[in-house]
């Protein structure tokens, strides 16, 4: 069957993935390949670009990420987007090898061809979002939805608050 993706230059930024035929909701369009390496290993090294924010690095579980520089496929050319077309699933392996785990990138909509593939990112940081990291992972998706942002919200404050004082009784009922 002839493939209906292709690699070509993108508008939100550098190479691309773009359907080249009408695409159905729900297809599995390709494996995200690469090399596991462990996060500690990957931490140390210098697979992504801290000052650019570029990576073709995926987290693929607690243990592992796919680091795509080494034995990657296309699926790295995919860029992120704030209105994704598309999504990356998670297949768990039956073992206990968490490197067996593999990444897919599927359809979440009709896909006409000539639009590029896109899915979020998904990209949460522990830190503070500061306007360094802020301008490092800034969005360039160009969708009326764009947040401006790759980084994904912070958990909502009231959210962590009603968590805090659920904690909080919880204690008090113990102590009681
Ligand atoms: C997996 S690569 C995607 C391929 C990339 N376009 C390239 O040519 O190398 C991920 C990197 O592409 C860039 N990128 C992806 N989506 C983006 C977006 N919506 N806005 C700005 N930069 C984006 C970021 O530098 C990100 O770290
Ligand atoms: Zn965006």
């Not at 800034?138 to 969708?143: A, F, P, T, Y």
């Amino acid at each position: 069957m002839p493939r209906k993706i292709a690699t070509r230059r993108s508008t939100i930024h550098g190479n691309g993935m773009f359907a080249v035929a009408s695409i159905e909701k729900g297809e599995r369009l390709i494996e995200y390949k690469g090399r596991r390496r462990t996060h500690a290993e990957v931490d140390e090294g210098d697979s992504g670009d801290v000052d650019s924010g570029h990576t073709f690095l995926f987290t693929l579980n607690d243990e592992y990420v796919i680091d795509a520089n080494f034995d990657g496929n296309s699926a790295r050319w995919i860029n992120h987007s704030c209105a994704p077309n598309c999504e990356a699933v998670l297949e768990e392996d039956d073992g206990d090898d968490r490197r067996k785990d593999r990444v897919f990138i599927e359809a979440i909509r009709d896909i006409a061809p000539g639009e590029e593939l896109s899915y979020n990112y998904g990209i949460r940081l522990e830190e503070k979002h500061t306007k360094e990291l802020k301008k490092i992972w800034e969005c360039r998706c160009g969708s009326p939805d764009c947040t401006g942002t790759m980084l994904q919200p912070k958990k909502d404050k009231s959210e962590k608050k009603k968590k805090k004082d659920k904690k909080k009784k919880k204690g008090k009922g113990k102590k009681d």
